[in-house]
């Protein structure tokens, strides 16, 4: 865990110690910061997918996971401490994380795509993570806060910038844009196509109240799929040319045959959301439709970052937190994001 050098201290954290479901709070030792890393104080964490995954114990997680593990990886905080060798970040700096910890040395590294990094290691996934009173992290992928976001909000920059980044290889200016899945992602991207000038914004969900938070940030149309057809609708709302871009955010089987039908021929599908097994996937409507499926993962490191920054100062993303519990109540919000009655759970230590 962390560093392997620790004080005598203790602190709360949010854990995973045995193999099944559910998380334990527990008490764990305060990390110190080795060369090259820094101690942050966690202010705030949200709670993710990846998260709920864990909880599960499903199949991806149990593959992954080594026990025990610190989760949380959405957060932002105080640095406390720096180590040996830190230079660009002092004690007191408001600063989040890129949870993708890249290696610096391998081919896509070195070429511009550390997103892709071949040695990737993931904050709260294959290191300690943020559900704790401390975190530890190598100075890298510190980023600086700007002073004006609050606390709340800061969380959200991580995966914000998912979808940024998931929006902008899109390409959505004039487009008509599907977006499926309801959950922050799918949400914050309806927000991004708006701002970035497409020509409608239709998302499509399973939760009513997750949906109308979706047309609160930009969405032109909500499809729920639970009782229409998405397909049909998004004929209907195109006038029966269907969707230029689709964005497929949730993962879902069902949702990945509807994509494909529910993109013009000629047109591109983003896939984002990550499935629990095997998709079963028409590769002929692909072909005969010249369809473009392209696969988006993480924020480009650090140019999403900046664009974050500088969106959040216009856009308003906030109603997509539905809720703020202490580090202690986590079961309560867990249990609302499994139900998909909250959007974004922002957790304090
Ligand atoms: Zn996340
Ligand atoms: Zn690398």
Aim: charged fraction near 25%.
């Amino acid at each position: 865990m962390g560093s392997g050098i620790y004080n005598a201290h203790e602190m709360k954290a949010l854990a995973k110690r045995s193999a099944r479901e559910g998380l334990e709070l527990v008490e764990a030792e305060t990390p110190r910061p080795g060369p090259g890393e820094v101690l942050i104080k966690v202010a705030a964490a949200s709670v993710c997918g990846t998260d709920l995954h864990i909880y599960s114990w499903d199949e991806w997680s149990r593959s992954r996971i080594a026990i025990p593990r610190i989760i949380g990886h959405e957060f932002c905080g105080y640095v406390e401490e720096i180590g040996p060798g830190v230079e660009e970040v002092a004690p007191g700096d408001y600063v989040s994380a890129e949870t993708h910890i890249y290696c610096g040395r391998c081919y896509m590294c070195r070429t511009g795509r550390a997103h892709l990094c071949e040695e990737v290691k993931i904050v709260g996934v294959d290191r300690d993570g943020a559900f704790a009173e401390y975190i530890v992290l190598p100075e890298k992928v510190v980023w600086k806060n700007d002073p004006s976001l609050p606390i709340r909000v800061a969380p959200l920059q991580e995966p914000f910038g998912n979808a940024v980044h998931a929006v902008r290889r899109a390409g959505v200016g004039g487009k008509r844009v599907a977006i499926f899945g309801d959950g922050p992602i799918g949400i914050f991207a309806c927000a991004l196509a708006r701002k970035f000038g497409a020509k409608s914004v239709w998302l499509i969900g399973l939760s009513t109240a997750r949906l109308e938070i979706g047309k609160k940030l930009g969405a032109d149309e909500i499809i729920n799929a639970s009782t229409q057809n998405p397909v049909a609708e998004v004929r209907r709302l195109s006038g029966g040319r269907r969707a230029d871009v689709v964005l497929e955010m949730s993962g879902a089987t069902t949702a990945w045959a509807n994509a494909l039908f529910a993109v013009r021929p000629g047109g591109r599908v983003i896939a984002f959301g990550l499935s629990r097994g095997q998709i079963p996937w028409d590769l002929n409507t692909v072909v005969f439709n010249e369809i473009e499926v392209i696969g988006v993962v993480g924020r480009l490191i650090f140019e999403t970052w900046y664009e974050t920054q500088e969106l959040l100062t216009e856009l308003d993303i906030s109603p997509a937190i539905t809720d703020e519990l202490p580090l202690e109540d986590f079961e309560v919000g867990f249990q609302k994001l499994f139900r998909r009655e909250a959007v974004k759970v922002v957790l304090y230590p």
